[in-house]
T-cell receptor, first 114, second 111 residues
Framework: NAGVTQTPKFRVLKTGQSMTLLCAQD?????MYWYRQDPGMGLRLIHY???????AKGEVPDGYNVSRLKKQNFLLGLESAAPSQTSVYFC?????????????FGSGTRLTVV | LAKTTQPISMDSYEGQEVNITCSHN???????ITWYQQFPSQGPRFIIQ???TKVTNEVASLFIPADRKSSTLSLPRVSLSDTAVYYC????????????FGKGTMLLVSP
C-alpha cells in the first residue's frame, strides 16, 4: 500500500517551460488536493477535486491547471513556469467529507524555476 | 474553520516537555481541535484531535479547558526527531471539502 505517490521528487525548469506533476493514490479516496509550501507561508491550496472528473480552485490557482481523469490520479500542470512558482508542492488525498481531517499527504515535489 | 493563533516558532532542548498553545476564541459548539505535524521534507500528518478536556495518544497530549477558547498540545520529553512544524486546526468533524492549514508553529529541538 503506497498511499500517495508524487512524481517527480525534484525538478528544475527554465522560465517559460511547461511541466506536469503527477499525484497517484491507491486508497480509493474521492478527494484530492494540490498545495504549495513556501518558506514562512505555510501550506496554500492550489486546486482540489472532490471526485473523478471534477476540479475546483483553491487559494492560489493562478498559473496552474489540473485534471482528474481517473479517480486515482490528480495532475497539476504549469503551462509557462515562472520563478514565483519555485516551491515545494504537496499532493494529498482524503476519503470524502465524512471526516474533515483524514488527509494523507505525499512526500512532495521540489520545483525550482530559473 | 475557526481562526486560530499559535506561536510562529519555539525552541526546546532534548528531554524537555514542550507545550504549544493555540488560541481559538471563535470556536463553535460543533468544532473539534485537531493538530497536524510536518517533519522537514515531508507532508503533514494527523497526530491528535479532541473536543473537550484531555486526549492522549502515543505521540502527544491535547489539553482543552472548559471554555474551549484555547488548547495546548503537549509533547513529553522531546527528542531531536520532534523538530517539525505543528498546525492547529479548529472546525467541524465532517462536511468540509477543504482545510486551511495556516503557518503553524516551527518547533526546533536542540541537543
Amino acid at each position: 500500500n503506497a498511499g500517495v505517490t508524487q512524481t517527480p521528487k525534484f525538478r528544475v525548469l527554465k522560465t517559460g517551460q511547461s511541466m506536469t506533476l503527477l499525484c497517484a493514490q491507491d486508497m480509493n479516496h474521492e478527494y484530492m488536493y494540490w498545495y504549495r509550501q513556501d518558506p514562512g507561508m505555510g501550506l496554500r491550496l492550489i486546486h482540489y477535486s472532490v471526485g473523478e472528473g471534477t476540479t475546483a480552485k483553491g487559494e492560489v490557482p493562478d498559473g496552474y491547471n489540473v485534471s482528474r481523469l481517473k479517480k486515482q490520479n490528480f495532475l497539476l500542470g504549469l503551462e509557462s513556469a515562472a520563478p514565483s512558482q519555485t516551491s515545494v508542492y504537496f499532493c494529498a488525498s482524503r476519503p470524502d467529507s465524512s471526516f474533515n481531517y483524514g488527509y494523507t499527504f505525499g512526500s512532495g515535489t521540489r520545483l525550482t524555476v530559473v | 474553520l475557526a481562526k486560530t493563533t499559535q506561536p510562529i516558532s519555539m525552541d526546546s532542548y532534548e528531554g524537555q516537555e514542550v507545550n504549544i498553545t493555540c488560541s481559538h476564541n471563535n470556536i463553535a459548539t460543533n468544532d473539534y481541535i485537531t493538530w497536524y505535524q510536518q517533519f522537514p521534507s515531508q507532508g503533514p500528518r494527523f497526530i491528535i484531535q479532541g473536543y473537550k478536556t484531555k486526549v492522549t495518544n502515543e505521540v502527544a497530549s491535547l489539553f482543552i479547558p472548559a471554555d474551549r477558547k484555547s488548547s495546548t498540545l503537549s509533547l513529553p520529553r522531546v527528542s531531536l526527531s520532534d523538530t517539525a512544524v505543528y498546525y492547529c486546526l479548529v472546525g467541524p468533524y465532517s462536511g468540509y471539502s477543504t482545510l486551511t492549514f495556516g503557518k503553524g508553529t516551527m518547533l526546533l529541538v536542540s541537543p
